[in-house]
């Protein structure tokens, strides 16, 4: 059982994908929400349509969260504004994809800021307030990537494995003082997210982001620690438990191979044409 009404949900990466249905999923089940992304506008036109669908108050914070004055301007303007927050989604992410020394270094540091960095600072702050009152949630969002190296993706692969290693550990030390940790580990999910990544970071059939949120909901008010998203990608991230780290990595190699799709493409048309013929 977990109770949302009346209670508030911080929600990063809230301005697409995952993030946005997280927003619209729990003002229906009648929290209020705080969106958090850099893209203001965005922000802003999602708070008025979830204002007028489900009455809900909503608040927007714009902050770069790979940047760590970006992080403190959250944590201060929740204080300044007078918000408690109940449940915090650290959902932000992107990745990087390629040969690695085609990846800028840069991006992977961005990459290491928000995927990591970020998730243990707003952490820190919000959940000693959570214990303090007793109740509480924390959603953080893996992969199925959190469950093995992933070769052409290595520091995604990593600050995945951070997430749910890191999910796993604080929900045992909060389980006893009615703070919820659950990682969610959704597998390919129809977002924005490889228009940044590229589209060649995706492996297997994507599910909906509606989907992998509901998966978290359901497993949030079952009081679980970990869960993934789709019965396929459950299977998918069993394989890691018997096969060892090295096989896992040339498996996903296999599969996220730079210039492997446009490869598939042509056998595929190699194939049609031979048939017809
Ligand atoms: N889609 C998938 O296949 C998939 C699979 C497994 C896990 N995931 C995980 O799901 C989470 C959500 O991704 P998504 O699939 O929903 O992708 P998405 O549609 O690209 O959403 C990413 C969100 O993160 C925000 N963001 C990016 N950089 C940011 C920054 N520096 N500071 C603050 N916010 C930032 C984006 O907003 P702004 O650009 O406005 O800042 C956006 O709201 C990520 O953690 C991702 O790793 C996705």
């Given at each position: 059982m977990y109770l949302y009404q009346g209670k508030t949900a911080l929600i990063t990466g809230?301005?697409?994908g995952i993030g946005a249905t997280f927003a619209y999923e729990l003002a229906a089940r009648g929290m209020d929400i705080v969106l958090v992304a850099r893209s203001e506008e965005r922000l802003q036109a999602l708070a008025t349509e979830i204002v007028q669908r489900h009455g809900r108050k909503v608040e927007v914070i714009a902050a770069d969260l790979s940047d760590t004055q970006g992080v403190a301007l959250v944590i201060q303007e929740v204080e300044s504004r007078g918000l408690t927050i109940d449940l915090l989604v650290n959902n932000a992410g992107i990745g990087t994809h390629g040969y690695f020394e085609t990846i800028a270094p840069e991006r992977d540091q961005q990459l290491v800021m928000l995927n990591v960095a970020a998730v243990v600072a707003l952490s820190h702050a919000f959940l000693p307030a959570m214990a303090a009152r007793g109740e509480g949630a924390v959603i953080n969002v893996g992969s199925t990537a959190s469950f093995q190296p992933v070769q052409y993706m290595p520091a995604y692969g990593a600050s995945k494995a951070f997430v749910l290693s890191f999910s796993t550990a604080l929900a045992e030390e909060y389980r006893h003082k009615g703070v919820r940790i659950l990682a969610l580990c959704p597998g390919a999910?129809?977002?924005?997210?490889f228009e940044t990544a590229g589209e060649e970071a995706a492996m297997g059939s994507k599910r909906t982001s509606k989907q992998a949120v509901t998966t978290a909901l359901r497993a949030l008010e079952q009081g679980r620690s970990v869960v993934v998203d789709g019965f396929m990608n459950m299977l998918i991230s069993h394989a890691s438990r018997i096969l060892s780290r090295s096989i896992m990595a040339r498996i996903t190699g296999n599969g996220l191979r730079p210039g492997h799709s446009q490869k598939n493409k042509k056998n595929k048309k190699q194939t049609t044409v031979n048939m017809v013929k």
């Open positions: 809230a301005s697409s999910t129809i977002t924005s997210f």
